[in-house]
């Protein structure tokens, strides 16, 4: 009888390792979408500074006038 009490009480710390496992692979997706996430972010920034630093070259009409 006390060895079927043993079994249940390990069948259950069992379940509850695989429920947590499951909550810590859920929680690691989440931390690599949002650093994915983040990483796009930083670069479309980074894109954009980068794009409004950069002058245009002048037509030819502009280096005719000036």
């Known amino acids: ?4 009490i043993e ?3 390990f069948g ?3 379940l509850f390792a ?4 499951h909550d810590v692979r ?3 997706e989440q931390t690599r979408q949002q650093r994915a996430l983040e990483k796009v972010e930083q670069a ?9 630093q950069v002058k245009p070259e002048p ?6 006038q000036g």
Not at 1 to 4: L, N, S
């Open 7 to 9: 079994l249940g009480i």
């Open 44 to 52: 479309a920034e980074a894109a954009l500074a980068e794009s409004s």
């Open 18 to 21: 695989f429920w947590q496992m």
């Open 59 to 64: 037509t030819q009409k502009e280096q005719k």
């Open 26 to 28: 859920k929680a690691q």
């Open 12 to 14: 259950l710390v069992f």
């Open 1 to 4: 009888m006390g060895i079927w």
